[in-house]
């Protein structure tokens, strides 16, 4: 480099170390008002979905780049993950082992400062949350490619937590292996609906003999890869990187837009943040007509929804349960009204949770 160069660049470094100094002042002040508040609050909930999604919307809105919203967004994710752990540390269950898409979205939505603990189903989740030995659960509820996660809507129904967040989670699928290669592969581990997303790549790169094994996560997939070069996981870079394996090919599922939706869920309500979702469920007899007395009452008093799911009932007392997600806040006027109106023809009618919509 000449010296004009090497003298620019100085500059430039300089300006950077400067803003630096700046930029971590500002937060250790923000720091020290995330304390007071905790402080005032006397030991209450420190975790409000509803001021947080403002806070990320708001600096989405500010923000005139060159880093991108979504960008933005995250570094102050980060930021107030580690004021919040000033107030109040958070433990965060999820459906493990470590390394799961799951475990991913938990720190998606809560940031590294909290403290995520797995767990080994997403019975175990609910019920420790229940339990108060983990201040949230975050579980998978639908995917983009294979649809609803059966079980988190099963237990949803009986649970008395609420839902009070969502986390959106771009899939991506890598094929991972302690070797190099594709050669001498003779099984392939993943969870069930993973191998599905995966299905027609396998078909067209790997010989028909190699054995597809589902289990019961990505990561527990790619441990058992970890000590078998003859097999190989299909599973993300989390779990890549924990059992240090190859990655033979990366995004190897077959659609690109594969996204999962994750459900935050707690003890407490959501409070309105202004661009809120609402999720119900909803039973009905088995007759002529059912499924449009359910959803009726919603679209008569203009109630969007932007999902619907049946699945058969678990308890024996009705045929069908309905699940809806529906854009809104449950303490809106034509809520209120298409609610009463819902109860008068639902047999069983509950709302799992008004809360905001995800942000990043």
């Given at each position: 480099?000449?010296?004009?160069?090497?003298?620019?660049?100085?500059?430039?470094?300089?300006?950077?170390?400067?803003?630096?100094?700046?930029?971590?002042?500002?937060?250790?002040?923000?720091?020290?008002?995330?304390?007071?508040?905790?402080?005032?609050?006397?030991?209450?909930?420190?975790?409000?979905?509803?001021?947080?999604?403002?806070?990320?919307?708001?600096?989405?809105?500010?923000?005139?780049?060159?880093?991108?919203?979504?960008?933005?967004?995250?570094?102050?994710?980060?930021?107030?993950s580690e004021?919040?752990?000033?107030?109040?540390?958070?433990?965060?269950?999820?459906?493990?082992?470590?390394?799961?898409?799951?475990?991913?979205?938990?720190?998606?939505?809560?940031?590294?400062?909290?403290?995520?603990?797995?767990?080994?189903?997403?019975?175990e989740v609910?019920?420790?949350?229940?339990?108060?030995?983990?201040?949230?659960?975050?579980?998978?509820?639908?995917?983009?490619?294979?649809?609803?996660?059966?079980?988190?809507?099963?237990?949803?129904?009986?649970?008395?937590?609420?839902?009070?967040?969502?986390?959106?989670?771009?899939?991506?699928?890598?094929?991972?292996?302690?070797?190099?290669?594709?050669?001498?592969?003779?099984?392939?581990?993943?969870?069930?609906?993973?191998?599905?997303?995966?299905?027609?790549?396998?078909?067209?790169?790997?010989?028909?003999?190699?054995?597809?094994?589902?289990?019961?996560?990505?990561?527990?997939?790619?441990?058992?890869?970890?000590?078998?070069?003859?097999?190989?996981?299909?599973?993300?870079?989390?779990?890549?990187?924990?059992?240090?394996?190859?990655?033979?090919?990366?995004?190897?599922?077959?659609?690109?837009?594969?996204?999962?939706?994750?459900?935050?869920?707690?003890?407490?309500?959501a409070a309105?943040?202004?661009?809120?979702?609402?999720?119900?469920?909803?039973?009905?007899?088995?007759?002529?007509?059912?499924?449009?007395?359910?959803?009726?009452?919603?679209?008569?008093?203009?109630?969007?929804?932007?999902?619907?799911?049946?699945?058969?009932?678990?308890?024996?007392?009705?045929?069908?349960?309905?699940?809806?997600?529906?854009?809104?806040?449950?303490?809106?006027?034509?809520?209120?009204?298409?609610?009463?109106?819902?109860?008068?023809?639902?047999?069983?009618?509950?709302?799992?949770?008004?809360?905001?919509?995800?942000?990043?």
């Amino acid at each position: 480099m000449s010296d004009e160069q090497l003298n620019l660049l100085k500059q430039h470094r300089d300006a950077i170390d400067a803003i630096d100094a700046q930029i971590l002042k500002l937060i250790n002040q923000r720091a020290e008002h995330a304390h007071t508040i905790g402080v005032i609050k006397g030991g209450g909930v420190v975790y409000r979905p509803e001021r947080e999604a403002q806070v990320l919307t708001r600096i989405k809105e500010l923000n005139q780049g060159p880093l991108s919203g979504e960008a933005a967004a995250r570094l102050f994710r980060e930021i107030m993950s580690e004021c919040l752990a000033l107030e109040k540390p958070l433990t965060i269950a999820y459906l493990g082992p470590e390394g799961t898409f799951t475990q991913a979205a938990a720190v998606k939505h809560f940031g590294h400062a909290a403290s995520t603990l797995p767990c080994a189903s997403i019975d175990e989740v609910f019920r420790i949350v229940e339990a108060g030995s983990a201040d949230y659960a975050v579980a998978p509820v639908e995917n983009s490619t294979e649809g609803a996660v059966g079980r988190t809507l099963d237990l949803m129904v009986a649970s008395s937590l609420q839902i009070c967040g969502e986390v959106v989670l771009r899939i991506h699928h890598h094929l991972l292996r302690v070797s190099e290669g594709l050669d001498g592969i003779k099984r392939v581990y993943s969870h069930a609906q993973s191998l599905a997303q995966c299905h027609e790549w396998l078909n067209k790169n790997l010989p028909a003999d190699v054995e597809r094994i589902s289990v019961s996560s990505n990561a527990e997939a790619a441990r058992l890869a970890s000590l078998d070069p003859s097999c190989a996981a299909i599973a993300g870079d989390a779990a890549a990187e924990k059992y240090v394996l190859n990655k033979l090919a990366q995004n190897i599922e077959d659609e690109p837009n594969n996204t999962t939706r994750f459900l935050v869920l707690g003890k407490q309500t959501a409070a309105r943040s202004g661009r809120d979702k609402t999720s119900l469920v909803i039973s009905a007899p088995n007759r002529a007509g059912a499924l449009h007395a359910v959803a009726e009452p919603l679209a008569r008093n203009g109630v969007s929804m932007t999902k619907f799911e049946s699945r058969p009932s678990r308890t024996g007392l009705w045929e069908y349960v309905f699940f809806a997600d529906v854009e809104g806040f449950i303490d809106d006027d034509n809520m209120q009204t298409a609610l009463a109106e819902l109860q008068q023809v639902a047999a069983f009618v509950k709302v799992l949770g008004s809360y905001p919509q995800a942000v990043i």
